[in-house]
């Protein structure tokens, strides 16, 4: 049984170096809701170092929301916003040497492009000329409007989240919302991959927490019997 492990990482959380070695993708902020070009190429020389496939992560531009407040963006608007940090992104990664492997949209963009078909229409012809596959939630409006594109869709569960019963994020605002107890996480993945067919896991990299529950949450993988390493 092979899982990944993603987590969002050039955010300037402080805990990349030590994240690195336990994961085996990384979503690389594109420095418009949080890091910036040091945080990247830093990030891109850890995920070389590792071995870690590398993933652009663009979000809001929205530093004070860490991007995680929802927006409503035209159309043309969300195109331009997401080619503008993922070509960026891409030409770093090249400068490092790597290859951009995957898409995973951040925070608020990324519920959006989960629930609503509009918002992932829009956000999969903003992303869709890299041909690259997309994360996003199993049976999501996003997972629809990617395989409508004839693209590969890359089925996501989240190790620190609970979850609703109709599949969607309880939201951060919500009591309860975050896993702590990494044992529990590990039993929520295993479910995740039996029932829903998620194929990677994120530990959020900005959870001051993380380190320590990204080594519990491996750990109980590896003990399950799961081989970790990269979908891509």
């Not at 336990?22 to 830093?42: D, F, K, M």
């Not at 896993?179 to 829903?196: G, L, S, W």
């Amino acid at each position: 049984m092979d899982i990944d492990i993603n987590a969002d990482l050039g955010e300037g959380a402080g805990f990349d170096a030590e994240l690195m070695p336990l994961i085996t993708s990384a979503n690389v902020c594109c420095g418009l809701h949080a890091g910036g070009p040091g945080e990247i190429r830093a990030t891109l020389e850890l995920a070389k170092q590792h071995g870690v496939a590398v993933g652009a992560h663009p979000g809001y531009a929205d530093r004070s929301n860490f991007g995680r407040m929802e927006l409503a963006l035209s159309r043309q608007e969300l195109f331009d916003l997401c080619t503008y940090q993922i070509a960026g992104l891409d030409a770093l990664v090249r400068a490092a040497g790597l290859e951009l492997r995957y898409i995973k949209a951040h925070g608020a963009l990324y519920n959006q492009a989960c629930r609503n078909r509009d918002m992932a229409d829009s956000f999969v012809a903003a992303v869709g000329a890299w041909k690259l596959p997309l994360m996003g939630l199993p049976g999501s409006k996003l997972e629809a409007a990617v395989r409508d594109r004839g693209l590969r869709f890359v089925a996501e569960g989240f190790a620190d989240r609970r979850y609703r019963d109709d599949g969607s994020l309880v939201p951060r605002t919500e009591p309860d919302a975050f896993v702590a107890d990494p044992k529990e996480a590990a039993r929520q993945v295993e479910r995740m991959i039996q029932e829903r067919g998620v194929s990677t896991v994120c530990v959020h990299g900005d959870n001051p927490a993380a380190v320590a529950f990204a080594k519990a949450v491996r750990a109980a993988l590896l003990g399950r019997g799961f081989q970790l390493r990269s979908f891509g």
